[in-house]
């Protein structure tokens, strides 16, 4: 972590005391096999990575605050883990038999770095920094947790979703990406309710990202819910990476739900 931005004080929702950057994380990486390190800004851009390392942190503060960026380093034993979880595409539900969920729901996990670009962050207040600060450390934490197949990335996400709450809905295409990925995640450990409301989430700060509809069509006939069906799947036809296998689609959904007479 850079030394930076590691000592700035991230504010809290009245009546909580704030944390340090670098004491946030390591709260967050408390009982893990990771802890917190802060290196000079020099150091950190130019210091060899390990396999001991998981991510790195930096940023820059100023007067309404600080604005953070993050890494995830990719070890070559997760890189295998990785291409092989892409190749093989997870189950939900019936339909996967169908149509391969790998062509559905779509992850940016494997984009390494993750930055919050103005002017999202120029509007905001210093607690609303805060807040997107202690977004950003859960998101690069979850990430790691998750490449490394361990149980504490699902409370990092859960907590991701909690702090929507905390921030304005104000357009931002990485702050729509966070939380695709988090409905990925969600989707891909069977938590189908969960990675829906993680995918409002992405479509209200990402309303122009039309993978979040594939995405969210796809869970939503997975999970069985079957009221929201056609006006959901029509939309799809127009979607670029959809229309290959739309046919298909179209055909299981007739199959399974015939529209009413008349309708």
Do not use: C
């Not at 950190?44 to 001991?52: N, P």
């Not at 984009?111 to 210093?126: A, D, E, G, R, T």
């Not at 702050?175 to 409301?197: D, H, P, S, V």
Request: hydrophobic residues 40%.
């Amino acid at each position: 972590m850079s030394d930076a931005v590691a000592w700035e004080i991230l504010k809290y929702p009245a009546g909580k005391r704030g944390k340090t950057v670098v004491g946030e994380v390591a709260s967050l990486l408390s009982g893990s096999a990771y802890h917190p390190v802060v290196l000079k800004e020099r150091e950190l851009v130019h210091s060899d990575r390990h396999e001991r390392d998981g991510f790195i942190i930096w940023g820059v503060a100023d007067k309404l605050g600080v604005v953070l960026k993050a890494s995830v380093v990719i070890k070559e034993a997760t890189a295998k883990k990785l291409i092989a979880d892409l190749s093989a595409g997870m189950k939900i539900g019936d339909y996967s038999g169908f149509l391969p969920s790998r062509h559905f729901l779509q992850t940016n996990f494997y984009s390494l770095i993750l930055k919050l670009k103005p002017p999202y962050y120029l509007v905001l207040s210093p607690e609303e920094r805060s807040t997107l600060a202690r977004l950003v450390i859960r998101y690069v934490l979850a990430t790691t947790f998750y490449y490394d197949g361990r149980p504490e990335a699902a409370d990092a996400f859960t907590e991701i979703v909690n702090l929507a709450n905390l921030l304005p809905t104000k357009q931002s295409e990485p702050l729509g990406r966070i939380y695709k990925n988090t409905a990925y995640y969600f989707a891909l450990n069977g938590r189908t309710t969960e990675a829906l409301e993680a995918l409002s989430l992405a479509h209200a700060f990402a309303p122009a990202d039309d993978e979040v509809n594939v995405m969210e069509t796809y869970l939503v006939l997975a999970s069985g819910n079957t009221n929201r069906r056609w006006n959901l799947y029509n939309p799809l036809k127009l979607q670029p990476m959809i229309r290959p296998f739309y046919p298909n689609f179209e055909r299981m959904l007739l199959r399974r739900w015939p529209p009413r007479r008349g309708a």
